[in-house]
């Protein structure tokens, strides 16, 4: 049974959102994306500097090639957990999650998850959207204050930004639906949603 079956018979359909990842909206998407990312790791640092007494401004781990390793190790690491956040608060609202990787502009691979069975609320939505935003970006910049090793800290700091820059997306998509009643349904989709409305 598909999932727009689900939907109560008491709602219809009130609109459609994708997201364009096309043309200059992908162009728009990946500045904002490259500024939140320089923005972070520089608020991730100062918070750091501040709490510990001192500013630092170290962001290294060396050169060579096993460094590297370690920061795809990162990338991959930290694409794993957020859509796994995702992922589990779909869960929660009894959604089944799907979750797949895709290119943006023939040529980017980016991760996904969507869910199947159950629409959700826009309060529901709203956290399922905004999860891994905001727990992995703060435990990330935790993990960065408390570590002593300046490796570690660099690799917090960068999955702390990384997570932040990574969610562009999802804050788009908060953005798009921040206005909307209550009592919407979302039916999620790859890369958007259809939204219901109680019939008038």
Do not use: C
């Not at 520089?42 to 781990?61: A, D, K, M, N, V």
């Not at 869910?115 to 905004?130: C, D, F, G, H, K």
């Amino acid at each position: 049974m598909g999932l727009s079956q689900r939907i109560p018979h008491n709602y219809e359909l009130a609109g459609r959102w994708k997201l364009n990842l096309k043309g200059w909206s992908l162009v728009w998407l990946l500045a904002g994306s490259a500024i939140l990312f320089g923005l972070t790791i520089i608020l991730g640092l100062t918070i750091r500097g501040l709490l510990r007494g001192y500013l630092e401004g170290q962001f290294s781990l060396g050169g060579g090639f096993f460094p590297l390793l370690i920061v795809l190790g990162v990338i991959v690491a930290y694409i794993i957990l957020h859509e796994a956040v995702h992922g589990v608060l779909f869960l929660v609202f009894g959604g089944r999650p799907r979750f797949g990787v895709k290119l943006v502009g023939r040529f980017f691979p980016v991760a996904f998850s969507a869910t199947s069975r159950a629409p959700l609320l826009r309060n529901q939505y709203l956290l399922v959207i905004l999860a891994p935003f905001l727990t992995l970006t703060p435990a990330f910049l935790v993990i960065g204050i408390l570590a002593n090793a300046e490796g570690i800290v660099t690799l917090a700091i960068m999955a702390m930004a990384m997570n932040a820059s990574g969610s562009i997306g999802d804050l788009l998509m908060a953005w798009k639906i921040r206005r909307h009643g209550r009592k919407t349904l979302y039916e999620d989709t790859k890369d958007g949603f259809n939204w219901y409305v109680p019939s008038s």
